[in-house]
């Protein structure tokens, strides 16, 4: 994606992407063409290509912009204990319910797993640089695969979250995970 701050282009970007959405929400992703977008978006093939690559790198750009707020909101919260991680995260998804959803329904939420698993561990590693520099390197190493767990594991209660159209309460998912979590050394998993 051209990275152009250009209003015209920064314009024709957001006319591109909230086009695909639009068509998304009435057809399969996989069904879409650019010259589909082209036609609903009365924007030219050539601003088309100047902006874009493809219509993939519509939404992974739209994804990518989605993120970057997520991460920034975790930066401002300052405070990163599990609670105020899943009030971000759950904050997140009902912000972002429609794309979750046209995600969901087009088999493409996969595609926030991929970003996450690139973006969060970098994040995480500068926001604990300073930390890392007063433990051990075989404790620092460990605790990027214990991100790799976090995100997995969060990501799944999500994801079912999502399929069950979110419609269980957001409270009574986060008590579970804290609960569970709390008692990881002491809960029989066949009882679950």
Known sequence: M?????????????????????????????????KQILLESGI????????????DDILNSYIDAILYQYLKAIKEQGEYSMISMLDIIFS???????LLFLLRDNELLYLLLLKLNRLVPAEHKKITENISKQISDTTSSLSQYMVYFNIGGIWNIIAGWIENDMQDSITDIKNAMIYYLQNIGTIDLRNI
């Open 2 to 34: 051209n990275p152009s701050q250009n209003p015209s282009a920064l314009r024709s970007k957001r006319i591109l992407t909230e086009t695909l959405l639009h068509l998304m929400e009435q057809h399969l992703y996989d069904e879409i063409t650019v």
């Open 44 to 55: 030219s093939r050539k601003t088309f290509y100047r902006n874009f690559l493809s219509k």
């Open 92 to 98: 997140f998804c009902e912000n972002h319910k429609e």
